[in-house]
């Protein structure tokens, strides 16, 4: 293996950016085992609509946090990329501040001049009106180009097979594999499904074979990110906005919040609508049916998502102006 081509990436989900983002998660769990046994848990998560900053992380004991965000390009000039990881970095450092590296892989080497700006200017440059590292920071900012994947997939060359190989296994070959090795005399004797711990691996077989596993890593997903308490607070601020008057200085924009969320206080209890129905169809398996529900569920997670955007820059337009100083006393408070 003397070159790599991340052109040639089997698609991950029909996505050759998710690919390159499991390729990466898959070099990092290779390569920071040990301290995974040792009580280090790596998380991922799904940061398409940049609300954490990174595609997983890694949380030691002591609550030191390291951060990886993939990006599936090359130059950073092009496209508005500086200022996407402008965003990516200073989001992860809101939401993880007990960051102490931060790792960018992308598939090119830096030029000189990116290298610079990413070493040196990254940190201390601006976005959303503030700098994208606070001055006493003490986080360490790493690249991970084309050599250093190089470098990792010579290690780990199952990896390389894995993300590069047209011949890939097929779902029923992991169904076969899994009912003649839960067969065996040896495990069926030391399994009992009772006591038995779930295990990040017990969780990626489920999601392979689906079944009524599956649907309890989707229910145990749905518990850690608190998805029906978020609904359910949702639900209360949208009625306390149609509900309550505010002081006058405030009305025009409590008229236009009004206006703008106008027929849309359900909208989190669909997505969750739509997220039980897809868990009925689990259990009948009808892949068609499945394939059909999730295009459907992954069409409202785009209109999800264009409404938090639209929503977000309103909150930050002039309109909101006099009622920034209000959230600023907040949060110091």
């Not at 200022?83 to 970095?89: A, N, P």
């Amino acid at each position: 293996m003397q070159n790599i081509n991340f052109d040639k990436l089997q698609p991950y989900s029909g996505d050759n950016k998710k690919s390159f983002e499991e390729l990466c998660y898959q070099i990092v769990y290779e390569e920071y085992k040990d301290d995974i046994v040792n009580g280090a848990i790596l998380t991922s998560v799904d940061d398409s609509g940049g609300g954490d900053g990174v595609e997983f992380y890694l949380t030691y004991k002591n609550g030191v946090v390291y951060g990886w965000q993939a990006k599936y390009f090359c130059r950073l000039n092009e496209g508005g990329r500086k200022e996407q990881i402008k965003k990516s970095l200073q989001t992860t450092y809101e939401k993880h501040p007990t960051l102490k590296k931060w790792f960018l892989c992308s598939k090119c080497n830096f030029t000189p001049d990116e290298k610079k700006w990413f070493d040196d200017d990254l940190a201390i440059s601006t976005k959303n009106g503030n700098t994208v590292l606070p001055a006493n920071h003490n986080v360490g900012l790493i690249h991970w180009g084309e050599s250093e994947l190089l470098t990792y997939l010579k290690v780990y060359s199952n990896i390389h097979n894995f993300f590069f190989s047209e011949k890939l296994l097929a779902q029923e070959w992991f169904e076969n594999r899994y009912k003649i090795d839960i067969a065996q005399t040896q495990i069926k004797a030391k399994y009992v499904s009772k006591i038995h711990i779930q295990t990040d691996i017990d969780n990626t077989i489920c999601k392979i074979i689906g079944g009524i596993r599956l649907i309890e890593v989707l229910e145990k997903t749905m518990n850690q990110h608190q998805v029906v308490m978020y609904a359910e607070e949702y639900k209360q601020s949208f009625f306390k906005l149609f509900s309550e008057d505010v002081n006058k200085e405030y009305k025009n924009i409590q008229t236009f919040f009004r206006k703008f969320l106008q027929d849309k206080e359900n909208i989190i209890e669909i997505a969750i609508s739509k997220l039980d129905e897809i868990k009925e169809i689990i259990l009948i398996k009808d892949e068609q049916k499945l394939k059909s529900k999730i295009k459907e569920v992954g069409e409202y997670i785009k209109f999800l998502k264009d409404f938090y955007k639209k929503y977000d820059d309103l909150s930050e337009s002039d309109l909101c102006e006099p009622q920034k100083h209000n959230r600023i006393e907040k949060e110091d408070s």
